[in-house]
């Protein structure tokens, strides 16, 4: 589907290609990737699972790799967690001299520009990202990306594997694109917590297009933690494609606080027996920030579990929307699926939009859905105003225990630290005393 915008698309990459692999394995999956866009487009406000993303920017933004616009230091990154290798990527671009060495740990991590084609091949997953018409932010990302990781664990029985990635955007969207891209797979029995950050360098608007394609083997077990954290005049389009197989277990925290604009694509297939998949993802919106996520759970094999969760803040006039799809296959009997979708409006302004959908095409399945929208509990608020609290106070009070029962069970307690300090920053000086008291 030729447009304009496909045409610049186009255009952008024949100019940067002097900056691109001319050839292997990586060269024809770039020129498959951009053919793929051309022929579908990118999304538009009139396709069903993108009617709440703000796509307007697109008309405006260039496409071509950008250079790191700025120096970054370790200082302006977050704390590093203990225990985690850090490694950190600058628009795309691995940084060493911010990162543990490339073997600080027993797993294989590979900045893919170093590796060539060898590594675009290895880590790919079972799952092809831009498959599906909803990833098509994948095929920009693989057509464009210099840079990225490629990472392979090996079975680990002992204790798993702890890796830290920061991806920092630091260049302005008029000079171009941010293009992080990961390529994760876990071997049978791996194990792993993997800590995936998404920030900027300093208060400018860049425009952040990430892929992470994810592929965990039979019986491993992936722990992973994803924020983002970008400036409040950034944009942001983020597609994770993954593949669950027999007895693997993957725990998926999402926590999106950031960006003038954020769009997160998540698409997961169940592809073994007993696959586990528990999804839980926090949302904040303030001023005229839009969050939009779209997560698609597909079960293809026999008694498979997805938990998924689900809470979201809109404030100012701000947009937060979660649309979470689950489809059942012809196989998969004995499916569990359970999906608990809730928003809080903040402000009379504010919109919050929760849809829960189901496709089942067999029988012998256990699944059930909640989705609710509302203000605070006018009772609960009450309560907390007769025992002597501020109204202020207790509207934050209520609003922390309404994310709290998702942040608590992130499992490393120093980044739940960090994130609890994060979220404390959204809310006025008493709510933080209170907090700390």
């Not at 840079?147 to 969207?173: C, Y």
């Not at 933690?225 to 409040?232: D, G, H, I």
Request: overall charge negative.
């Amino acid at each position: 589907m030729s447009t304009p915008l496909t045409a610049r698309i186009v255009e952008e990459h024949a100019n940067a290609s002097r900056a691109l692999p001319p050839a292997g394995p990586t060269a024809a999956r770039r020129r498959t990737a951009l053919a793929a866009l051309t022929a579908s487009g990118l999304p538009t406000s009139r396709d069903e699972n993108w009617k709440y993303a703000n796509l307007r920017p697109l008309e405006r933004l260039r496409f071509v790799p950008a250079a790191p616009a700025q120096p970054v230091a370790a200082t302006d990154l977050p704390a590093a967690i203990p225990g985690f290798a850090r490694y950190v990527f600058v628009d795309g671009a691995f940084a060493p001299a911010l990162s543990a060495a490339l073997n600080a740990t027993a797993t294989a991590v590979t900045p893919l520009c170093a590796a060539g084609d060898a590594a675009g091949t290895s880590a790919a997953p079972a799952h092809t990202p831009g498959a599906d018409a909803d990833e098509r932010f994948a095929l920009l990302n693989e057509a464009f990306a210099t840079d990225g990781a490629a990472i392979r664990v090996a079975a680990h029985p002992e204790e798993p594997v702890r890796l830290e990635l920061v991806f920092v955007a630091s260049a302005d969207a008029h000079s171009g694109a941010s293009y992080p891209r990961l390529e994760l797979r876990l071997e049978s029995q791996a194990q792993l917590l993997l800590i995936e950050r998404h920030v900027s360098a300093g208060p400018g608007a860049s425009f952040v297009n990430s892929a992470v394609t994810v592929d965990v083997g039979a019986g491993a077990t992936l722990h992973h933690y994803r924020l983002q954290e970008l400036a409040v005049r950034a944009i942001v389009f983020d597609t994770l494609c993954a593949a669950v197989g027999r007895d693997a277990c993957y725990r998926l925290h999402g926590i999106n606080i950031g960006a003038q604009s954020a769009r997160s694509t998540l698409a997961v297939r169940l592809t073994g027996e007993r696959a586990d998949l528990r999804l839980a993802v926090v949302a904040l919106g303030e001023h005229q920030q839009v969050q939009d996520t779209y997560a698609r759970v597909e079960h293809a094999a026999p008694r498979a579990h997805t938990e998924q969760v689900f809470r979201g803040i809109s404030a100012g006039r701000a947009r937060v929307a979660f649309n979470g799809k689950i489809v059942v296959g012809s196989e998969a009997h004995g499916t569990d699926s359970r999906q608990s979708l809730r928003g809080l409006l903040a402000g009379p302004e504010a919109e919050i939009d929760v849809r829960p959908q189901l496709e089942i095409y067999t029988d012998e399945v256990r699944c059930s859905h909640g989705a609710t929208a509302g203000k605070l509990d006018e009772n609960m608020l009450f309560y907390l105003l007769s025992r002597g609290l501020e109204p202020e106070v207790a509207q934050r009070l209520l609003k922390w225990a309404f994310l709290e029962d998702v942040v608590a069970k992130i499992g490393v307690a120093e980044l739940r630290r960090q994130i609890e300090e994060r979220l404390a920053l959204q809310v006025p000086e008493p709510f933080a005393r209170a907090e700390s008291a």
